[in-house]
């Protein structure tokens, strides 16, 4: 992300290669690439990684109000896909 924040471009893109290699099948990455992409403002990518990482279960619910996604944040797939989060709910407090 920090290459990415910086306009380091190929070495952002260099990131998420390794990043997909390490990942495989599991997608077990999927969180950082989207937040890469979304850092470089690729919308279509970040949106398409949120989404494959939800919906294989590689994502966990994350805080939808992190800077990282104001990129996207008004897209309304955005909305939808924060919607389809499953978030745990607490143990009640004794």
Not at 23 to 49: D, Q, R, V
Not at 75 to 80: G, L, M, T, V
């Amino acid at each position: 992300m920090v290459y990415a924040a910086q306009g380091k471009r190929a070495e952002a893109l260099q990131i998420i290669k390794e990043l997909e290699e390490i990942s495989g099948t599991s997608l077990s990455e999927a969180h950082w690439m989207a937040k890469i992409y979304a850092t470089l403002n690729e919308k279509e990518l970040a949106l398409t990684w949120l989404e494959r990482g939800l919906a294989t279960g590689a994502i966990a619910p994350f805080f939808k109000d992190d800077p990282v996604w104001d990129p996207i944040r008004d897209d309304p797939r955005f909305a939808a896909l924060v919607g389809k989060m499953v978030v745990p709910e607490t143990a009640p407090k004794q």
